[in-house]
Each structure stands twice: as structure tokens, then as C-alpha cells.
């Protein structure tokens, strides 16, 4: 461990591995700071976000504002006099005057290979382009969007079937990790920082629910990449008949058809023609209605072989 006096800003889920890890490290967290509460779920009730929750169950002072620029809040964390702040999905652009704080800087954990997939989203639309591969950066934060000098990179296979759901599990342990591994190596002084390559860059950006609506014009591959990166949100998603269908698991088979057709439906088999390749649903959920696996879900629903998916029609009109 360092010792060095840490504030951690976070919010997500995501984050929290990394605050334990400051915590379990013995390292002198003296303040947290994450978004402020904000309401959920249908009775709208104001709930904490996940590092608010850790912070205090571990004792450790809070503070939640609207705005970190305000040079009222600035100043707070002036008379705080951190050595480092680290900075894990915080969710606000930091400004100069707290970067300059820290004797040691503002260590970001990045969920990507930076300099490729600066931005919000940067573990979705890795899993929706295809990539193969993946992993966490840390760096020395600037007044850039993901700009800054990188300090260290560790990199991962990405399985062409992982979904967001287990690969932000990976991330956030992985980031905890190499953010623990880059505060020794600061500590030592044998860590060089270094500039990142801008014309290898590319943007994540926030994600929209439109991402998730399935085009069955393109290739079942490019359709099972969207469906795997969007399976915790928004979901992709489809029409079929009137109602509002998403789909979380697919498969990608070798059937052919016109795109967004039913080939089959019986028997626990879903199989939906793509421009290129079909894809088999394997866990859906209607509007309303609970996730199912395919099962389940034609046993409850029954589907006619033919039925386009996304217009609401069949390609046979005696069905």
C-alpha cells in the first residue's frame, strides 16, 4: 500500500471493485464522491448509487455533488489535501483546477485499450463492433475526454458469444486490480507515463434506446454482437405482431431466407433469417411479460413459421 491520502470518485456498480480494493489495501481513502441519489424504479424513490453504499458502510465520508466544478466544491477538496484521486466511472468531466489538486494526479481506470473506445460506453460497443479483444487502461488524467498519458494496459481475450454482463463483471475486477498494481508502481517510481496516439483513437459514446432495434438486414454475426452488448441495456429488441419483443441470448446458425423471417419456431427453436446467416433466439421477453428461454417462451407464445419480425406481416398471407 502506499498511504497516500486517496479521495475516490465513482458511481456504477463497476467502481465499486476498485473502492474495496483501496479499502482492503489499507490506503488512506479520506473522502468519497459519486453522483448525487436519483429516483428508480416505479415508485420513482430516490436511491443511492453503488459506491455511496460501499462508502459508508466502510465509514468513509461522502459527498455527492451537482456539479464537481463549482468552485465551492473545489475548494472542499483543496482543504481535503488528497495525494492522488482516483477516478472510476465517475460520470462528470473533471475540471483543471481539481486535476491540479493531487501531488500524484487523478488516476483514471478506463474500460478499454485506450487510446481505442474513449467515452461512455467503452465495453458495449467493443462487444457490438466485433472486437476480439479488450482490457483496461489506467492513466493520468486531463482536461481531454480519455485524453490523458497512459500509465498501465492489461489486456483480455474477448469470446465471440461473452455478453456486457460478464465482461463488466471481468473489467471491473481486472481495473481494480491494475489500478492497485499502477499505485505501487507509482509509489516506486518506476512507472513512466505515456502519451496516447490520437489517430488510433475511437468513440463510445453514450448508449440510446434506439441502439437496441434490430436491423434483420444485416448479418446474423454484426445482429448477435448488438444483442450480446446490449443485453443489460436498453436490450435489443423487435416487433412482432404489435407487440415490442427483446432478445438477450442468440446463436448465430446458417439458415437463409428473406431477412426478419420466422424459419423455425417448434420444438424450442427459434431461428430467424438475417441478410447473411440467421440467428436463434434463445431468451426473449415480451413487453410486460417475464424473460424466458426459448422454451418457455413458444410454449406461452406460439410462433408461425413465416411471420416477419420487425413489420408485423408474414411473407405467406395464409398465415
Given at each position: 500500500?502506499?498511504?497516500?491520502?486517496?479521495i475516490?470518485?465513482?458511481?456504477?456498480?463497476?467502481?465499486?471493485?476498485?473502492l474495496?480494493?483501496?479499502?482492503?489495501?489499507?490506503?488512506?481513502?479520506?473522502?468519497?464522491?459519486t453522483?448525487?441519489?436519483?429516483?428508480?424504479?416505479?415508485?420513482?424513490?430516490l436511491?443511492?448509487?453503488?459506491?455511496?453504499?460501499?462508502?459508508?458502510q466502510?465509514?468513509?465520508?461522502?459527498?455527492?455533488?451537482?456539479?464537481?466544478?463549482?468552485?465551492?466544491?473545489?475548494?472542499?477538496?483543496r482543504?481535503?489535501?488528497?495525494?492522488?484521486?482516483?477516478?472510476?466511472?465517475?460520470?462528470?468531466?473533471?475540471?483543471?483546477?481539481?486535476?491540479?489538486?493531487?501531488?500524484?494526479?487523478?488516476?483514471?481506470?478506463?474500460?478499454?485499450?485506450?487510446?481505442?473506445?474513449?467515452?461512455?460506453?467503452?465495453?458495449?460497443?467493443?462487444?457490438?463492433?466485433?472486437?476480439?479483444?479488450?482490457?483496461?487502461?489506467?492513466?493520468?488524467?486531463?482536461?481531454?475526454?480519455?485524453?490523458?498519458?497512459?500509465?498501465?494496459?492489461?489486456?483480455?481475450?474477448?469470446?465471440e458469444?461473452?455478453?456486457?454482463?460478464?465482461?463488466?463483471?471481468?473489467?471491473?475486477?481486472?481495473?481494480?486490480?491494475?489500478?492497485?498494481?499502477?499505485?505501487?508502481?507509482?509509489?516506486?517510481?518506476d512507472?513512466?507515463?505515456?502519451?496516447?496516439?490520437?489517430?488510433?483513437?475511437?468513440?463510445?459514446?453514450?448508449?440510446?434506446?434506439?441502439?437496441?432495434?434490430?436491423?434483420?438486414?444485416?448479418?446474423?454475426?454484426?445482429?448477435h454482437?448488438?444483442?450480446?452488448?446490449?443485453?443489460?441495456?436498453?436490450?435489443?429488441?423487435?416487433?412482432?405482431?404489435?407487440?415490442?419483443?427483446?432478445?438477450?441470448?442468440?446463436?448465430?446458425?446458417?439458415?437463409?431466407?428473406?431477412?426478419?423471417?420466422?424459419?423455425?419456431?417448434?420444438?424450442?427453436?427459434?431461428?430467424?433469417?438475417?441478410?447473411?446467416?440467421?440467428l436463434?433466439?434463445?431468451?426473449?421477453?415480451?413487453?410486460?411479460?417475464?424473460?424466458?428461454?426459448?422454451?418457455?417462451?413458444?410454449?406461452?407464445?406460439?410462433?408461425?413459421?413465416?411471420?416477419?419480425?420487425?413489420?408485423?406481416?408474414?411473407?405467406?398471407?395464409?398465415?
Amino acid at each position: 500500500m502506499t498511504r497516500w491520502r486517496t479521495i475516490f470518485m465513482g458511481t456504477p456498480d463497476f467502481a465499486c471493485p476498485t473502492l474495496q480494493k483501496l479499502i482492503e489495501r489499507g490506503e488512506q481513502v479520506v473522502a468519497v464522491v459519486t453522483q448525487p441519489d436519483r429516483p428508480k424504479g416505479r415508485g420513482q424513490k430516490l436511491m443511492p448509487p453503488p459506491v455511496k453504499e460501499l462508502a459508508e458502510q466502510n465509514g468513509i465520508p461522502v459527498y455527492q455533488p451537482l456539479k464537481v466544478r463549482d468552485p465551492e466544491f473545489v475548494e472542499i477538496i483543496r482543504e481535503l489535501k488528497p495525494d492522488v484521486i482516483v477516478v472510476v466511472a465517475f460520470g462528470q468531466i473533471l475540471p483543471k483546477a481539481l486535476l491540479d489538486i493531487p501531488q500524484h494526479g487523478c488516476i483514471n481506470v478506463h474500460a478499454s485499450l485506450l487510446p481505442r473506445y474513449r467515452g461512455a460506453a467503452p465495453l458495449n460497443w467493443c462487444i457490438i463492433n466485433g472486437e476480439t479483444e479488450t482490457g483496461v487502461t489506467t492513466m493520468l488524467m486531463d482536461v481531454g475526454l480519455d485524453t490523458g498519458d497512459m500509465l498501465l494496459m492489461r489486456k483480455t481475450p474477448l469470446d465471440e458469444d461473452e455478453d456486457i454482463s460478464s465482461l463488466h463483471d471481468r473489467m471491473a475486477t481486472m481495473g481494480a486490480d491494475l489500478l492497485a498494481e499502477t499505485l505501487d508502481r507509482l509509489a516506486q517510481g518506476d512507472l513512466v507515463a505515456q502519451p496516447q496516439n490520437n489517430s488510433d483513437s475511437c468513440y463510445a459514446p453514450m448508449l440510446k434506446k434506439d441502439d437496441g432495434i434490430i436491423d434483420w438486414r444485416a448479418d446474423a454475426r454484426t445482429i448477435h454482437n448488438q444483442v450480446r452488448g446490449l443485453a443489460v441495456w436498453p436490450g435489443a429488441c423487435t416487433i412482432i405482431g404489435d407487440q415490442v419483443l427483446k432478445i438477450f441470448r442468440t446463436r448465430v446458425g446458417d439458415g437463409s431466407g428473406e431477412p426478419g423471417t420466422v424459419l423455425q419456431a417448434a420444438k424450442g427453436t427459434f431461428e430467424v433469417a438475417c441478410q447473411t446467416g440467421s440467428l436463434f433466439l434463445q431468451e426473449l421477453q415480451l413487453a410486460g411479460k417475464k424473460r424466458l428461454d426459448c422454451t418457455s417462451f413458444l410454449a406461452g407464445c406460439p410462433v408461425s413459421e413465416g411471420i416477419v419480425l420487425g413489420s408485423g406481416h408474414s411473407r405467406d398471407s395464409s398465415l
